[in-house]
């Protein structure tokens, strides 16, 4: 379980792409973490995806929008991301 940790944010790059987009999230919700944010730079077109709502282990809920387009962060985050701030 995670040590008060509520929520990890990682931005793919070309050499992180299997990482990040499928090694990590199973990892981080075994240990806990209530949220992983991930900006997706290399993604056609670029996007932002949250995960949460762990269940079993695993993250059962994710959304995903386009770089631009905002994004609700779940509870215990609670907040209205503007994804626009990841535009290049």
């Known amino acids: ?3 008060g940790l509520i929520m990890v944010a990682e931005v793919v790059s070309a050499g992180s792409t299997l990482r990040d987009r ?12 209530p949220i992983y ?3 997706d730079t290399v993604a056609e077109p ?10 079993d282990g695993a993250y ?5 929008v386009e770089v631009g387009t905002p ?11 503007d994804t626009s701030i990841f535009k290049a």
């Open 1 to 3: 379980m995670s040590s």
């Open 22 to 33: 499928v090694e990590k999230p199973p990892l981080y919700a075994a240990g806990g973490v």
């Open 37 to 39: 944010l991930l900006m």
């Open 46 to 55: 670029p996007s932002v995806t949250v995960y949460s709502d762990i269940r």
């Open 60 to 64: 059962r809920t994710t959304s995903t």
């Open 71 to 81: 994004l609700r962060l779940p509870a215990p985050i609670d907040f209205e991301l």
